[in-house]
């Protein structure tokens, strides 16, 4: 199913080929979920509510893609019998014997503002269960579907729902349920027949477009400016150290010694905790590969319009790019002088899914709990692991290896002393714990517009489809943290503190609280969501969102202020 995903050009070819019909040929309809208008996530099967079944014999359904799987989709035939350019009349496919229970579900499906799912040839359709009068005393259910199917050819290329039939919730009444299907020519293309989903008018809104060129302007400001004070400032110590280097050992013991070339003995010092922070490093490099790769396929390929296809696609990426976990976590480790190899490459394999896992984990209790589709079948959680231990590993393994072979040699260009120099005192506002709260201001600000898109395709109902602004978000998130990362790590070692692994990840890293932080702002204010199931749901996974991207840009902060402390202290001369 994973392969299927990584071949979407094949795959397409193959459903181009599938969902062609002849005339009176049998179209399916599938019931998918039923749920909370505001709950996106809490979903349920469609049948869970009483409705009743048309007549016609059952088809079972299998998850095609691993997405689909996790995703809580639960396709059950509706037993309508629809034929392809076959029109049917108002038909009674079924009764509701409508006793107390029933009718106790109904009405708090009604006042939960539910609604439900369906899907014709892989075209989604939505529909409200009921409504309730003005007052909130009566309520009714909607009990005639009338399809409208739209047809090219011989390809379906559009289908429309209207609810009518409203029929008031009596108990120990019999409510019949009824469908028309109606047919008619269109000129709508099937490749574009998804085009009607997309919202044109908020992805591509002036503010977006003004967001992003002002993230643009930023960067180009940033840049410039650090370029600008570095260069200057850089320039102005190598002159500084070189006249040092032309005094006499008595002028140089006399002379008034500060600043970033005093602890070049100290700078390429292994870093706390090296077997966490080089796993860290491998996570977030891996985590980059996947966000670059995805957005990538994702601006080539519509994942959009295969259920799942998204999600299948991050999991199969993300397993192919292990050796890149491995190479970059093995070689740091090996760099900083670590020598328990295989307890980093198994935490470098394991630190992410772990944390996706046991997120994941903790609300398939609730989802279990509260019976929702969202539940992850027990053989899917196996699939999951299988995909752990006999795909992620190996190939991290392999990456570990290679890393530690091929750059995992320290070549640093100055001498790591043997004892540690002693850290003077510094203004508060230079502490390493400051600089990682401020250093994550100017990233977040640079991508948080682009969030609110995002957020709102995720949790609410739109589908997002511009990758392009959102493969431009990520170089922009890059440079600047890179450029404030590299801003900070200059001024904590001018003021001779060494320790610049750890502040530069984390204070790159530290975006990612900002991010969490406006997940409370956006639950609070823009949506309107409640119950556990889905605050828990939201929470838990904006939980794990924040984190992978703290890692992501943690990993990519430090990797160019490691390339920056490299060539400033293999330009000066050290005795």
């Not at 292994?270 to 995805?294: K, M, R, T, W």
């Not at 396929?297 to 519509?302: G, K, R, T, Y």
């Not at 749901?537 to 969102?545: E, I, L, R, S, T």
Request: glycine content about 6%; some cysteine.
């Amino acid at each position: 199913c994973l392969m299927s995903c990584y071949l979407p050009k094949e795959r397409l070819m193959t459903a181009l080929f599938l969902l062609q019909y002849t005339d009176k040929e049998e179209v399916v309809l599938w019931m998918n979920t039923v749920g909370p208008y505001h709950n996106r996530q809490e979903t349920y099967k469609y049948f869970s509510l009483p409705f009743c079944v048309g007549i016609k014999k059952t088809i079972s359904h299998y998850h095609e893609t691993l997405g689909e799987a996790l995703q809580g989709v639960e396709l059950e035939f509706s037993g309508l019998d629809i034929k392809f350019k076959e029109e049917v009349m108002q038909t009674t496919y079924c009764d509701i014997e409508l006793d107390k229970p029933k009718r106790d579900a109904f009405v708090y499906a009604i006042k939960n503002h539910y609604w439900y799912q369906m899907y014709i040839d892989d075209l989604p359709i939505w529909g409200i269960v009921g409504e309730a009068d003005e007052n909130g005393e009566d309520y009714y259910l909607w009990t005639y579907k009338k399809l409208e199917i739209g047809h090219n050819g011989n390809r379906i290329v559009d289908v429309n729902l209207t609810s009518e039939g409203k029929v008031k919730l009596v108990p120990n009444t019999r409510i019949p349920m009824s469908y028309s299907v109606k047919w008619k020519k269109s000129d709508v293309k099937f490749e574009d027949r998804f085009d009607k989903y997309l919202d044109p008018s908020f992805f591509q809104h002036r503010i977006h477009w003004f967001s992003i060129f002002n993230s643009f302007m930023m960067v180009i400001f940033l840049v410039g400016l650090v370029s600008m004070i570095l260069m200057r400032t850089l320039r102005k110590d190598y002159a500084r150290y070189s006249k040092e280097e032309e005094m006499d050992d008595m002028d140089r013991d006399l002379g008034d010694e500060y600043g970033w070339k005093q602890v070049h003995g100290d700078v390429f010092r292994p870093s706390s905790h090296p077997l966490i922070f080089s796993s860290l490093i491998g996570s977030g490099c891996q985590i980059f590969s996947v966000s670059l790769i995805v957005i990538i396929l994702a601006m080539i390929e519509d994942l959009y319009t295969e259920r799942g296809s998204m999600l299948s696609t991050a999991i199969f990426v993300y397993a192919a790019t292990s050796p890149v976990n491995g190479y970059f976590g093995g070689s740091l480790y090996a760099k900083q002088g670590g020598r328990r190899w295989i307890k980093q490459m198994f935490i470098g394999a394991f630190l992410i899914p772990a944390m996706v896992c046991g997120t994941a984990f903790f609300i398939n209790f609730i989802a279990i709990y509260y019976h929702a589709s969202r539940a992850i079948p027990f053989g899917t959680m196996v699939a999951v692991c299988c995909i752990c231990f006999f795909v992620i590993l190996p190939l991290n393994l392999v990456g570990t290896i290679l890393g530690r072979n091929l750059s995992g040699q320290p070549n640093f260009p100055c001498r790591v002393n043997a004892v540690p120099r002693p850290i003077p005192e510094k203004k508060w506002f230079m502490e390493p714990a400051v600089i990682v709260c401020l250093g994550g201001i100017l990233p977040f600000g640079s991508i948080f517009i682009e969030m609110y898109f995002i957020f709102t395709s995720f949790w609410a109902y739109k589908i997002y489809y511009v990758y392009g602004f959102m493969m431009l978000v990520l170089v922009i998130l890059c440079i600047v943290t890179v450029c404030v990362t590299i801003v900070c790590t200059y001024f904590l070692l001018n003021a001779e503190d060494y320790r610049w692994q750890w502040t530069s990840f984390l204070s790159a890293a530290s975006t990612s609280v900002y991010v969490y932080m406006y997940s409370f702002y956006y639950y609070f204010f823009k949506t309107k969501m409640y119950g556990l199931f889905q605050t828990s749901f939201y929470f838990g996974y904006m939980a794990v969102f924040s984190t992978a991207l703290g890692i992501m840009c943690g990993a990519v902060g430090y990797m160019g202020t490691s390339a920056f402390v490299r060539k400033i202290y293999t330009n000066v001369k050290i005795d």
